[in-house]
């Protein structure tokens, strides 16, 4: 069982940035690949970025390539979504989640990820 917990989230306006944290307990956080994912009010929840749990593959949705980074430091249980340039697009709930790595470089589909936190708000004003 691994538990995950988000924080960071805020309300910021256009152009602003925030860090996301995501912090992890249980089993093994080293073997299990994260990652982020955000739900806007009336839409579907979509992936955002995800790192294997070796920290050495990353992975972005178009929307946010180029302004968000993932990112989890060695030895640390912690998983951090740093977002610049945001736009009201980007308003929504971001959650964390975790899926066992197949391997050290492994990326996971969105539909393997077995952990999910509770949510942070994020709200981008104009």
């Known amino acids: 069982q691994v538990q995950l917990v988000e924080s960071g989230g805020g309300l910021v306006q256009a152009g602003g940035s925030l860090r996301l944290s995501c912090a992890a307990s249980?089993?093994?956080?080293?073997?299990?690949?994260m990652g982020w994912f955000r739900q806007a009010p009336g839409k579907e929840r979509e992936f955002v970025a995800a790192?294997?749990?070796?920290?050495?593959?990353?992975y972005y949705a178009d929307s946010v390539k180029g302004r968000f980074t993932i990112s989890r430091p060695y030895a640390k249980n912690t998983v951090y979504l740093q977002m610049n340039s945001l736009k009201p697009e980007d308003t929504a709930v971001y959650y964390c989640?975790?899926?066992?790595?197949?391997?050290?470089?492994?990326?996971?589909?969105?539909?393997?990820?077995?952990?999910w936190g509770q949510g942070t708000q994020v709200t981008v004003s104009s």
């Open positions: 989640a975790a899926a066992y790595g197949r391997s050290s470089s492994y990326i996971p589909p969105s539909d393997e990820y077995d952990y």
């Open positions: 249980g089993r093994t956080f080293s073997s299990y690949a």
């Open positions: 790192i294997s749990w070796s920290g050495g593959n990353t």
